[in-house]
């Protein structure tokens, strides 16, 4: 697996990083609801998400599974309008680039 980088990156460095074709990686914004974004827009939360369904896919946890807790955890995080700090995937609750740490999956 590639290595967590800080920055902003292309989905090109994702898949990089990720060792994962650009394919296979283009469905999981899909399959998530995750945003999509063009150009060099990808922040290291953003891989960081990746690589976590990336790696939770090695073991034998369907991707329904992933994409079902991800979604409670969303509707969670909405409810009660959580932050909780050390998660490297928050701004991917708000679908924006934000500093602002909250829950992961």
Same mark, same amino acid.
């Given at each position: 697996?590639?290595?967590?980088? #800080?920055?902003? $990156?292309?989905?090109?460095d994702?898949?990089?990083?990720? #060792?994962?074709?650009?394919? %296979? =990686?283009?469905?999981?914004?899909? !399959? ?13 939360? %953003? ?7 990336v $790696?939770?896919?090695? =073991? ?6 992933? !994409?079902?807790l991800? $979604? ?8 009660? $309008? ?8 928050c ?7 934000? !500093? ?6």
């Open positions: 697996m590639g290595v967590l980088i #800080n920055g902003i $990156h292309t989905f090109a994702l898949a990089k990083a990720l #060792n994962r074709s650009r394919v %296979y =990686l283009l469905g999981l914004p899909l !399959r998530f609801e995750l945003p999509t974004f063009e150009g060099e827009s990808y922040s290291s939360s %953003y891989l960081a998400f990746i690589q976590m369904v $790696h939770l896919r090695t =073991l034998p946890i369907t991707e329904e599974t992933l !994409r079902d991800w $979604h409670i955890e969303k509707k969670l995080f909405v409810l009660r $309008h959580a932050d909780s700090t050390g998660s490297p995937t701004p991917l609750y708000r679908g924006k680039i934000s !500093r602002k740490p909250c829950l992961s999956l």
